[in-house]
């Protein structure tokens, strides 16, 4: 009894002790609390002398976030910035520049109000400008760090870049313009590099992946199609984050372009451009230089170019009924040279890896006509990427729809009038199913007026996902297929092309076939054993298989046991970890539940369809 | 048999002696035979009293299924006539002998054939003779032995055994070959390794001794076997006489490997020129002798704990490790990444494997969950299994070919006769 006392004593002056060294400890260190980490975005404001939207901008371009304290001092309806993101704001030269601004705008104003008008145009046209180049180099140190952030930056240049310029919701038309500019610079150059990987069409938008300096960037862009402008969307955030984005994604294409050895901005075809065929004039200009000719050589080459295309500007200016044909001769043999170019650089570029070499192989003796009612800049895009050639239906087109060379001919619509027996008369899906796959589909499911097959993300992984549609099977076999016609010899490039596309796939299915596998083996082994036991003692064979055949099933095979050491595991985790793998098992189940649902209705779809062609 | 159900044309062949040889014409047999059933039309056409079990080869590979089985797998015709060669089956192997140790047998040597030496935690090797006998008893270490070599002999009587223990040196014993039991102490002791010294293997000429250790090191030591004459013995009788301490003649390492970046858990050295080795990085590496260059290096997805080269032309590497498969490595293909074969039927880590010494084909290995297995690399269902120890085994080897001898973590030091086989 005494001894229990006592040490209940120890214990509580113990705890004593703990309670005063950690008061000491936290009164000594000045371990910072809430109050001093934080601040509030109005008290933000007055440190930092500015209003609201101002506010806003800045840490935008800034990228400074709000943040979640864990104790929220001064009420939970307010938002809480780092003192220290603060601090960075205070420091920032475009604060001083805002002001500046600011400041200038009042001398505008008061001039205007005293009529003088002859000073208010002045200022008005020497207004200081601000840049946000300074901030780029900031916030991406590194090359590479920007090419990973660009996700962003291109889904909204691209939004941009078809958004209609709208005084109501202030969106000026130059930064529409600057963002379609460089939203076919980009494009431009991913068609130069071969390097877009993947396309979805979707309701949303197309989604593309393109692979550029080792990383997958992702972006979508709208279909083309009238943009509404929403109410609900606060579009100043919008247009602050564009233009930042548009900053950053000039000095990115200007990389881009330096690397390939090429001038940054790339001078447009005046005469294409006119005729909207805007990324066609831009990657006419790309194929112009030549990969391998250094810098100093290419400019000496637009040099000649210049004088041609102000001829062209005069001769446009001389003759204008003429200019059609002409232009259309001009066009043509613009094509041509542009193909033999392109034949020239396919024999180069050994430095390429298999997956753009097979991109790039992918169209390379086709030629597309697109029709009028297809979306032509998407197409352009990918079938050029994939190493396609390809004309369209409207003004600046390289080749006209009679042409002979043309292999496929891509349209979108019911019925087509007149037929060339000599090209395929399919849907735009082809295109994109093709590109997806890195094969050349049969096209007869997607000929005109057809209901074509479905069109199959190739951002799911369908083995991940555990369902597997019927299409991607058809396709899978298809690309085995052709892998084996491509693969003659073991060792040759095609060869390793084709283990690299297996290797996954089997990998998975290696998984799968080895428990099983297993359990053969060891039942082969059992009866092997068996069975030599039994010829030693002298049984005749017709009796042993009788006596096999008593044997149940659960004996011959050993059950997988693997509940046991699962739920040993389970036990042993923490309790944080065992949420998140319960989590992570109901999400499981989510997904196992969904492909059942799936299933299930493909079942009944088969059924209907079945009964269907019975009653016919 | 019914008479619905669909025959075959096979044709057996062998390289067996006269009395064991049918006549080469083709039999119509039904499909759902197995090895069994083609056994026992053997047996009956050569007319034998007492039933021997065949194993029959086909494309070099081991039938273990049914003949349809074999048809649809191999995608033959069911016209052509299937040629299947017979050799005779190995029969399930018999307790020869058990003996008790103090402490868990680590390791086996069966290299002799007049004798077998075993090693254990209890810090002795011990040989045994055929008989079931413990002859000699080797003393002088202080830890658990973990490997014993033996680098042949200078003279008839006694044989030159090397023991590596945890103690971090390496001792050489002479073990004389006659049945005596007697108490030896070492003659030689190689002192270098900074840890543990797991394993230890001598070269064929008997000259050179190498070992690997925790230290992830390998040392190359030389016997120098011209100084141990009759001086040595009489210097060795003497202390025996003596029974004092005196100092033994101490070895230092002439070469040491430092790439292994994990200890070293297995050495082999089949030829002069060149050394294998296995180790817990994952790796197994070929060492040149004379340059001390690591040649070749094979990486495996698991730790590795044993290593055995032979095979074919003595090329092919067996290596068993930290899962119960055991991969067997083609070193003629240097380019290639994956092992050629992968034999799974343990059920539990693999403690050691040998190739059988004479024949190609053959070989032995030891898992923790207390069998032996013996396997044929023609077929990937091993062909014997011996549930030898009540706990893992540890160590195994081959003892004058059909002989096998296992020591495991129950203490036990067995030994199992296979009836008589013909090594092809």
Redesign the interface.
Same mark, same amino acid.
């Given at each position: 009894m005494c001894s229990d006392l006592s040490s209940s004593q120890v214990k509580q002056v113990k705890n004593a002790v703990k309670a005063a060294k950690r008061k000491l400890h936290t009164g000594r260190r000045g371990n910072p609390g809430n109050a001093a980490k934080y601040i509030t975005r109005n008290k933000a404001l007055n440190r930092l002398q500015i209003k609201l939207p101002e506010f806003r901008r800045l840490c935008i371009l800034k990228g400074i976030h709000p943040r979640e304290p864990k104790k929220k001092f001064e009420g939970q309806n307010k938002t809480y910035y780092h003192v220290k993101d603060i601090n960075f704001l205070l420091h920032e030269p475009l604060l001083e520049k805002s002001r500046e601004i600011r400041a200038y705008e009042k001398k505008i104003t008061k001039a205007r109000a005293k009529y003088n008008a002859d000073l208010a145009h002045r200022l008005q046209n020497n207004r200081p400008s601000f840049t946000l180049d300074h901030l780029v180099k900031e916030r991406y140190p590194s090359f590479i760090d920007a090419v990973r952030d660009l996700e962003d930056p291109l889904t909204m240049i691209h939004l941009f870049a078809t958004l209609p310029a709208d005084t109501t919701h202030s969106v000026p038309f130059e930064r529409v313009h600057s963002c379609r500019r460089l939203s076919l610079e980009w494009q431009a150059y991913v068609t130069r590099t071969h390097s877009l990987r993947k396309i979805f069409v979707s309701v949303k938008g197309i989604y593309y992946q393109v692979e550029v300096s080792g990383q997958k960037i992702t972006y979508l862009t709208p279909h083309v199609l009238n943009q509404i402008l929403p109410e609900d969307v606060d579009f100043r955030v919008m247009l602050t984050f564009a233009e930042f984005y548009e900053t950053l994604l000039g000095f990115v294409n200007f990389k881009l372009y330096h690397s390939l050895g090429l001038n940054y901005p790339p001078v447009l075809d005046p005469r294409l451009e006119q005729a909207a065929a805007e990324l066609y004039a831009l990657m006419k200009d790309l194929a112009g230089g030549t990969t391998s000719a250094p810098l100093l050589e290419d400019a000496s080459a637009k040099e000649d170019d210049a004088p041609v295309s102000v001829d062209e500007q005069q001769s446009l200016m001389e003759a204008e009924n003429k200019e059609k044909r002409i232009a259309e001769s001009q066009a043509r043999l613009a094509s041509l040279q542009d193909r033999l170019k392109q034949i020239e650089k396919e024999k180069e570029k050994p430095q390429d890896d298999l997956e753009t070499r097979t991109c790039r192989r992918l169209f390379q003796n086709l030629t597309f006509f697109l029709g009028r009612e297809v979306p032509r800049e998407s197409l352009l895009f990918v079938i050029r990427s994939f190493g396609g050639a390809v004309s369209w239906d409207g003004d600046g087109a390289p080749f006209p729809e009679n042409d002979e060379v043309i292999t496929h001919q891509i349209v979108d619509r019911p019925t087509q009038g007149h037929k060339f027996l000599s090209r395929h008369y399919v849907q735009p899906q082809w295109v994109y199913d093709c590109a997806n796959n890195r094969i050349l589909l049969p096209t007869e499911p997607y000929l005109l007026g057809r209901i074509p097959p479905p069109h199959l993300s190739p951002f799911v992984d369908n083995e991940a996902e555990g369902h597997v549609p019927e299409y991607a099977d058809t396709i899978k076999r298809l690309r085995l297929a052709v892998n084996q016609q491509l693969a003659p010899l073991p060792g040759s490039e095609s060869g390793i092309d084709e283990g690299e596309l297996l290797v996954a796939a089997a990998a998975r299915r290696r998984e799968d076939l080895e428990a099983e596998k297993?359990r053969e #083996?060891?039942a082969?082994?059992k009866?092997?054993?068996e069975? #030599? =036991? =039994?010829? #030693?003692a002298?049984k005749?064979?017709?009796g042993?298989e009788e006596a096999l055949a008593d044997v149940p099933e659960s004996e011959v095979l050993p059950p997988p046991k693997e509940d046991d050491p699962k739920d040993m595991a389970k036990m042993m985790l923490s309790r944080n970890k065992r949420n998140l793998y319960q989590a992570m098992e109901m999400s499981n189940t989510k997904k196992k539940e969904g492909v059942k649902l799936i299933k299930e209705r493909k079942r009944k779809a088969d059924e209907k369809e079945r009964k269907k062609t019975r009653t016919m | 048999m019914d008479a619905g159900e669909r025959q075959v044309q096979v044709r057996f062949t062998t390289r067996l002696g006269s009395d064991l040889r049918v006549e080469a014409t083709a039999f119509s047999l039904p499909v759902h035979l197995n090895r069994y059933g083609l056994s026992q039309i053997i047996n009956t056409l050569l007319a034998l009293d007492g039933p021997r079990p065949f194993d029959f080869l086909f494309d070099g590979e081991l039938i273990r299924t049914t003949l349809e089985q074999l048809y649809l797998s191999k995608n033959l015709s069911a016209e052509s006539i299937l040629v299947l060669e017979y050799i005779l089956a190995v029969g399930p192997p018999e307790l020869q002998s058990s003996q008790p140790e103090k402490d868990w047998v680590s390791a086996v040597n069966g290299v002799n054939p007049s004798l077998i030496l075993s090693g254990s935690y209890d810090s002795f090797a011990r040989a045994w003779f055929p008989d079931g006998t413990c002859g000699s008893v080797l003393k002088g270490h202080s830890d658990a032995i973990t490997s014993i070599a033996v680098a042949g002999s200078s003279n008839d009587t006694d044989l030159d055994v090397i023991t590596s223990s945890k103690d971090k040196t390496l001792r050489l014993w002479k073990v004389p070959l006659k049945p005596s039991s007697s108490t030896l102490s070492s003659v030689r002791i190689f002192k270098g390794h900074a840890a543990s010294v797991q394993c230890v293997a001598a070269n064929p000429s008997n000259t050179q001794v190498c070992s690997g250790s925790w230290d992830s090191t390998i040392k190359l030591w030389k016997i120098d076997s011209e100084d141990e004459d009759n001086e040595d013995e009489q210097a060795l009788k003497k202390r025996k006489l003596d029974g004092a301490k005196q100092s033994i003649a101490q070895v230092t390492a002439f070469t040491t490997h430092k790439e292994h970046t994990q200890c070293v858990a297995a050495l082999e050295w089949p030829e002069d020129r060149y050394i294998f080795s296995a180790s817990w990085d994952h790796s197994f590496r070929q060492w040149d002798v004379e340059t001390s260059i690591n040649t070749l290096t094979m990486t495996c997805s698991k730790a590795l704990h044993c290593l055995s080269v032979g095979g074919e032309g003595s090329l092919l590497v067996a290596t068993g490790g930290a899962d119960p498969v055991l991969r067997i490595w083609d070193t003629r293909m240097p380019g290639t990444v994956v092992p050629v074969l992968q034999l799974t039927s343990h059920t539990s880590w693999i403690s050691s494997c040998k190739w059988h010494r004479q024949s190609p084909k053959h070989l032995l290995t030891s898992s923790y969950d207390g069998t032996v297995k013996m396997w044929d690399i023609r077929s990937k269902v091993p062909l014997q299994t011996v549930e030898a120890h009540k706990d893992k085994v540890l160590c195994t080897d081959w003892w004058r070919e059909d002989t096998v001898v296992s020591g495991g973590a129950d203490c036990e030091f067995k030994l199992f006769k296979y009836t008589p086989i013909e090594w092809l």
């Open positions: 297993e #083996l060891a082969m082994e009866s092997y054993a069975d #030599l =036991r =039994r010829e #030693l002298g005749s064979f017709s042993e | -």
